[in-house]
């Protein structure tokens, strides 16, 4: 402590934190990577970061962008043909089941364009992108209802569905917002967007929503910061946006019944506009499923408690929070009672009678989440740089942090869940200042970890995170979620289909038809096949390949010099690069994870012969090895055999057939076994006839199988002896 200049204090918060070598986090986190376009997995309370999950833009260590299969997920997003590889991400929701995380699937929206993507947690993968047709923009997403029947999305700012040009004069007329619920099927894990929908709104600039759950399960609520409908302009002399747009006291808090529109929609009372259904405000009206409710200055978030039955209001510039009461809601609903009509018609409820309190918490408030602990919420107050703690039921407050600095949201663990988990709390600031060191102009972002399991908050741990401005994060209890580690032989990921170019071991090919060479080839500890490809200038290079391991972590990577393709390749995988060999030359690929002590060697030349090359006779290499090179090689081979015999003799010994790890590890050693016996017999043929060159050169092949069994048997002898394997039979 006093060699590091730590206190007390720092030395509870380390302890607290801290997780050691080969432990677990108790909780996974979901953020979102902002500009970055990707989403940040890390662990709670560690902070360690664990993975970059590639979404809207293009991710070399997953060959995410560099490989065919993820580039067609990335394109899906291209909007009207136009190619865009970055996504502004702000809201990660993971899926729910009866209002809790089910840890299925995770999904995230993208403001600069309006799209929203599917991450399959199965194996941590994007499946999916679409694109909002009506929208320009949107900030309202991603949020789930509570049994992630809908995905919901709201616009950000208005403007014409219509992909026309249309003055700002027509703002009112024909600029528009709305909410679209896009249908989740589970069991194909994708979106259908034949069966989503959109609720049409005015051009109020609509900001955050949240699904009702429990009682108001069926309903959503989306906010406004904008319903002055301004429009700026200040090169023509207009005040800026800022200040027309904050005008009024209040803005509007919008309430949608989905669950009706969801029938209307089936009943035909949609209007197709570029492909998807819209419910015309009008129809809503009509219909009795859209009603605002005026809601203080200027607000951000919008968040309905645990149970149901308050909706929390932040408002950037009123120094309250506003909580609403859903019961309230609905008795003036069901009474007719209404205040007025917006100037679209749509019914406006009184806000006093709405509301079941206000609670003056500080300056900024911008969102709410919920602890586990009854009637206990924390809000983000972004002027103060400051956590509130408050009771929503009682309406007082509790306790405050200070943060560091200008925090923007905040998460609590599985918060926005029917059943919060309490205990930690991150907060996602928008300047970190002086909290770490410096790295030039542009600062790090700053997550806090916060322990909230006691009265009075703790502010643990400040992480960095080098990537966009952190948005929103979700996080689960780790143990929810089941990942796989690896896939059936030739699955194309993406898809989660069986590949065109599957390849079984021995069943590698070129295929040339006239232009285009297409290769089947696989990767195994430590080879690539095939090793050399050949092409002519002009010609179209496919090339597919299926990592045959199946023992846990054992990544191939796959790259061609020059043209510029990456692919990982995970156990069980199939996957295929492409690219048109416009020049000629000598390209060496070669896998890219440092996978086996043979790692470099897992290496292969294509090359690409000028048009009209004519083949010069090869030279028959000179032999160099003797029948002495010979014998040592074989007996190296047999002492090595001695090691793996003692190895397999301990795990047979015990109950290695309780670890599916080490049966996978055992399945993979016995397959590297299996090829030495090829390997030995091609040795034996060759030395019959005194070929001490090809004999020594199989022994040695036969040697390096021996190896990758060995190292193999000795990570499932370690793995047993960790986990405490028993004596068979005990
Ligand atoms: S935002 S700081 Cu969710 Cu995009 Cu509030
Ligand atoms: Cu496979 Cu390195």
Same mark, same amino acid.
């Given at each position: 402590m006093k060699a590091r200049g730590l206190t007390q204090q720092n030395l509870l918060a380390a302890a607290k934190t801290y997780v050691p070598t080969g432990g677990r986090d108790e909780f996974t986190a979901f953020a979102s990577g902002g500009q970055s376009g990707q989403i940040i997995v890390y662990g709670i309370p560690s902070m360690r970061i664990m993975k970059y999950i590639g979404v809207f833009t293009p991710e070399p260590w997953q060959g995410y962008g560099f490989d065919e299969e993820s580039k067609k997920v990335l394109r899906q997003g291209n909007i009207d043909g136009k190619e865009i590889n970055w996504g502004d991400t702000h809201h990660p929701a993971l899926s729910e089941t009866n209002g809790d995380y089910d840890g299925q699937f995770l999904f995230i929206n993208d403001k600069a364009n309006p799209r929203l993507a599917v991450i399959d947690l199965? @194996?941590? #993968?994007?499946?999916q992108i679409v694109v +909002?047709?009506? /929208?320009?923009s949107e900030h309202g997403g991603a949020f789930v209802t509570p049994n992630t029947d809908y995905v919901i999305e709201a616009s950000q700012y208005p403007a014409p569905y219509s992909k026309k040009f249309v003055p700002l004069e027509r703002f009112n007329e024909e600029y528009r917002g709305g909410v679209t619920y896009w249908k989740f099927d589970r069991k194909s894990g994708k979106i259908d967007p034949k069966q989503s929908f959109t609720v049409e709104l005015p051009p109020y600039s609509q900001d955050l929503s949240d699904a009702g759950k !429990?009682? *108001? @399960?069926?309903w959503s609520f989306t906010n406004s910061f904008c319903t002055e409908r301004y429009v700026g302009g200040i090169e023509k002399g207009r005040p800026p946006y800022e200040a027309g747009c904050s005008a009024k006291d209040t803005d509007y808090l919008h309430m949608i019944n989905w669950k009706k529109a969801a029938e209307l929609v089936k009943q035909g009372k949609a209007k197709k506009i570029n492909g998807m259904d819209v419910i015309m405000m009008d129809t809503a009206v009509k219909e009795g499923i859209l009603f605002l409710i005026p809601e203080p200055k200027s607000p951000h978030g919008v968040d309905v408690t645990p149970d149901g039955k308050l909706i929390t209001v932040a408002g950037k510039l009123d120094s309250h929070v506003s909580v609403y009461s859903f019961d309230k809601i609905m008795a003036q609903i069901k009474a007719g009672k209404f205040e007025s009509k917006d100037p679209y018609g749509i019914p406006v409820l009184s806000m006093k009678d709405s509301l079941h309190t206000q609670v003056a918490l500080g300056l900024g408030p911008l969102h709410t989440q919920y602890d586990s602990k009854p009637c206990i919420a924390y809000t983000s107050l972004y002027v103060d740089s400051q956590v509130a703690k408050w009771n /929503? =039921? #009682? %309406?007082k407050v509790l306790d405050k942090l200070n943060i560091h600095? +200008? $925090? %923007?949201h905040l998460m609590t663990?599985?918060? @926005?869940?029917?059943?919060p988990k309490g205990h930690y709390l991150v907060a996602l600031n928008? !300047? &970190? $200042?002086?909290?770490? $060191?410096?790295?030039?102009?542009l600062h790090p972002q700053n997550h806090q970890l916060i322990d909230i399991s006691e009265d009075k908050m703790q502010l643990l741990y400040d992480m960095p995170l080098?990537? %966009?401005?952190?948005?929103y994060v979700v996080a689960i209890k780790s143990t929810t979620l089941k990942p796989g $580690?690896?896939?059936?032989? %030739?699955?194309d990921s993406r898809t989660d289909e069986p590949s065109k170019g599957a390849t079984r071991a021995g069943e590698e090919r070129v295929v040339r038809k006239g232009k285009s060479v297409e290769v089947f080839g696989t990767e195994i500890r430590s080879h690539i096949t095939p090793e050399t490809i050949e092409a002519e200038v002009g010609d179209e290079v496919t090339i597919h390949l299926t990592n045959l391991e199946r023992a846990e972590d054992e990544t191939h990577g796959f790259t061609v010099d020059t043209y510029n393709v990456h692919a990982s390749v995970e156990p069980g995988k199939t996957v295929t690069v492409k690219f048109k060999a416009d020049r000629e030359g000598v390209f060496p690929f070669y896998c890219t #994870?440092? =996978? *086996? &002590?043979?790692h470099l060697e897992m290496e292969g030349y294509l090359l690409v012969k000028p048009k009209g090359y004519k083949e010069v006779k090869t030279v028959e290499a000179k032999a160099v090895y003797t029948k002495a090179d010979y014998d040592k090689q074989v007996k190296t081979n047999v002492d090595t055999q001695a090691v793996i015999d003692s190895v397999v003799g301990y795990i047979t010994s015990v +109950? /290695?057939? @309780?670890?599916p790890p080490v049966v996978a590890l055992v399945d993979d050693a016995t397959d590297q076994l299996n090829r030495a016996k090829e390997a030995k017999a091609k040795m034996e043929d060759a030395a019959k006839k005194s070929d001490w060159q090809n004999a020594t050169l199989w022994a040695g092949q036969w040697w390096q199988y021996q190896v990758k069994a060995a190292d193999i048997g000795l990570r499932a002898k370690t793995y047993l002896e960790e986990h405490g394997a028993k004596k068979a039979g005990k």
């Open positions: 199965r @194996d941590f #993968e994007t499946k +909002n047709p009506l /929208y320009k !429990l009682v *108001s @399960d069926g /929503y =039921c #009682e %309406g600095y +200008n $925090i %923007g663990m599985e918060g @926005d869940t029917e059943h928008k !300047l &970190a $200042i002086d909290r770490f $060191i410096p790295v030039g102009p080098p990537l %966009g401005e952190p948005h $580690i690896r896939y059936k032989v %030739g699955t #994870e440092f =996978c *086996s &002590a043979l +109950n /290695y057939k @309780d670890f």
